[in-house]
């Protein structure tokens, strides 16, 4: 699509972003010979009235939002029944941009997220919860100075609507476990994305990865916080805690607010807590790079470069008897004697019929494996179900179109998700077969399984003993 020349008074002059609901441009103001950067809802999102009051419940959120550390509104308008605002166009950058050239110091990381985290408390003093923290959306001006953006999707704390659709929004990689859970959130879930941050900023890299969304959302869902000192062992000890407190599966367990966490780093980057508060700016002064103002990463090129320790993966086997087992053919010996030249006549005996255990009765049946469909939705216009299943049992989609994975393993059991494109339907089949012994096995014919439980033979064909197959009515991306 080719980009405007004009929208309103602005002149456009490159396109800075393109996303599901809405394009920003780099604009020009005549009238007060600035830059700004102009979002506005496409023409072909005009026909979707949810789209629609979506961007026009971002407007009103983010010109109520006046705050030193959000990026400010200066203008919103309308032009041919296509909404659109104008912010500040920030010249520095954003954090990605900076994680990108490398890993923070504690005090850089505490400099930055002291000003977010101020930002941030203001939103939720007037109940506005981000829902979508992540480097990409904080923003730096000229000076360094950090400004939270994006409130697209940011949900008002007392209202019962969501206009959301009917799939889970926002990223995977910084998402809260209530979040991707489609559970009620509050500004909790926002400490939770800002504790991701913190780790992303020490790590360079974010604490979960997968293959597909889906196994990411999991893993924030049900594997432990990451032990930040295994892959930083030269952070201060108490960085361990404060990231696995700010990012508690339990909402309860974290820091009340984004003050309380910021505190608590600056505490460790700085021995004190600094004056953070909820309406203003302030903290420790920021260590700006000597040549361009900007916040820049830590290197140390000239130092000794301190290797992680990479946490060894332990190993759980898994050792299952398959009911296919054949016993041991019987080993026949003879022994030659040379006594007399005499001949000896050895008797032929029939052998006799096995003998097999009694049927069971009609009401037993064999043990399967517990399934249980734990999520079925669409996640970036792709449909998953997700099943927890036992750890030792063997799993597969009978829809041809359909593939499954393991994406997190927590205790005893696996979660598993399944997915595929252009498909309404799942079968989804789960195998534990029974450990059975040589001699269990002798006891049934070859059109029934042992079944040790009750001394009898189920009338099951004996690929399927153990097999249970769960239907599912797959939700369609809208």
């Known amino acids: 699509m080719p980009i405007p020349e004009q929208i309103g008074r602005y002149i456009i002059k490159t396109e800075l972003g393109r996303g599901g609901m809405a394009t920003v441009y780099r604009a020009y103001d005549p009238s007060f010979d600035r830059e700004v950067a102009l979002k506005i809802l496409p023409r072909e999102m005009l026909h979707d009235p949810q789209f629609r009051a979506r961007f026009e419940r971002e407007i009103k959120l983010v010109a109520s939002l006046e705050h030193p550390a959000i990026v400010p509104v200066y203008d919103v308008g309308d032009i041919e029944g296509q909404p659109f605002y104008v912010m500040r166009y920030m010249t520095g950058g954003s954090l990605s941009d900076l994680i990108a050239k490398g890993k923070f110091t504690t005090q850089e990381t505490a400099v930055i997220i002291g000003k977010v985290a101020q930002g941030l408390a203001h939103a939720h003093r007037k109940n506005i919860i981000h829902r979508d923290l992540k480097p990409d959306n904080i923003l730096f001006d000229e000076n360094g100075s950090p400004f939270i953006s994006d409130f697209g999707i940011a949900k008002l704390a007392e209202s019962g609507s969501n206009l959301t659709g009917s799939g889970v929004i926002g990223t995977p990689a910084y998402m809260s476990p209530e979040q991707a859970q489609g559970k009620d959130i509050d500004s909790r879930s926002d400490v939770y994305g800002l504790g991701v941050i913190i780790y992303q900023m020490l790590t360079g890299h974010q604490p979960y990865s997968a293959d597909t969304p889906m196994g990411v959302v999991v893993k924030h869902i049900t594997e432990p916080v990451p032990e930040i000192l295994k892959d930083m062992p030269e952070l201060p000890p108490e960085v361990d805690e404060l990231i696995k407190t700010a990012m508690a599966k339990d909402k309860n367990r974290r820091y009340e607010n984004t003050i309380e966490l910021a505190k608590a780093l600056n505490k460790i ?210």
């Open 269 to 478: 980057a700085f021995g004190e807590e600094g004056n953070l508060t909820f309406n203003t700016n302030s903290g420790v002064t920021s260590r700006l790079n000597s040549n361009n103002n900007t916040v820049a990463p830590s290197k140390n090129r000239t130092g000794l470069i301190v290797v992680g320790v990479v946490l060894a993966v332990a190993l759980i086997g898994f050792f299952l008897i398959r009911n296919q087992l054949m016993p041991p053919e019987p080993v026949v010996t003879a022994t030659i004697v040379e006594t007399q030249p005499t001949l000896t006549t050895v008797p032929i005996t029939e052998t006799s019929a096995p003998v097999f255990a009694p049927a069971c009765s009609a009401d037993v049946t064999f043990p399967v494996p517990e399934v249980r469909l734990t999520d079925n939705r669409c996640l970036q216009r792709r449909a998953y179900a997700l099943f927890a299943i036992p750890l030792d049992t063997t799993f597969e989609a009978l829809n041809p179109e359909a593939t499954c994975k393991v994406e997190s393993t927590s205790g005893t059991r696996q979660v598993v998700s399944c997915s595929g494109p252009n498909f309404l339907e799942l079968d989804f089949k789960v195998c534990q077969p029974p450990p059975l012994t040589n001699t269990e096995l002798n006891q049934c014919s070859t059109d029934s399984t042992f079944d040790s439980a009750n001394q009898c033979c189920v009338a099951i064909p004996p690929q399927d003993a153990g097999c249970v197959i769960t239907e599912v009515q797959m939700r369609g991306c809208e």
